[in-house]
């Protein structure tokens, strides 16, 4: 049977310092987040190339041109956020939820999702090309102009998320439609 997508939840130590976190635009290399819940917190431009985030959960925050590229995604809920032209290339998501976020243009090329749901995200103009779904799922989520729409094999979505995103799944698979039945 497989394991359900439901993110292991922060250890939070009320004892513990909370993380110098970088401003707005900063470079921050390796950033490292572990056993944390952040409320509306300002990432937005950060360069975390290669960042590490288990049991963390980012709520309300601004993370518009975050680049987490190369990074590794355990444990993490990103609710009700501004994710959009982010960069999650060639990243390692596994158990992480998207609730609510405003993802358009972001890029998950190459990057390898297993046990990721998206909940009523919008993920227009998001570039998949070359990743990779495993037991993932998408709900209620627009994926208008999505490039590389092919790399969603291996995710489920309900039927009617199937039905609404008809146009992007035939172009796609280089379906041509048709303007009208003879």
Request: glycine share 8%.
């Amino acid at each position: 049977m497989p394991r359900a997508i439901d993110p292991e939840a922060p250890d939070l130590d009320p004892d513990r310092e909370p993380p110098a976190l970088p401003g707005a635009g900063e470079r921050a290399p390796g950033l490292e987040l572990i056993d944390l819940e952040l409320t509306d917190v300002n990432l937005a431009n950060v360069d975390a190339r290669g960042a590490s985030l288990r049991r963390v959960v980012l709520k309300r925050c601004r993370l518009t041109g975050v680049l987490l590229t190369e990074g590794r995604l355990r444990d993490v809920v990103i609710a009700e956020s501004r994710v959009d032209l982010a960069s999650f290339a060639a990243c390692t998501l596994e158990q992480v939820v998207f609730d609510d976020c405003r993802m358009e243009g972001s890029s998950l090329q190459e990057a390898r999702l297993r046990h990721v749901r998206f909940d009523r995200c919008d993920l227009s103009e998001a570039d998949l090309t070359g990743a990779r779904f495993e037991l993932s799922e998408l709900r209620g989520c627009t994926i208008d102009r999505v490039r590389g729409a092919a790399s969603l094999k291996g995710a489920a979505m309900p039927w009617s998320d199937v039905v609404s995103s008809a146009g992007t799944l035939a172009h796609a698979l280089g379906i041509r439609v048709l303007d009208v039945d003879p």
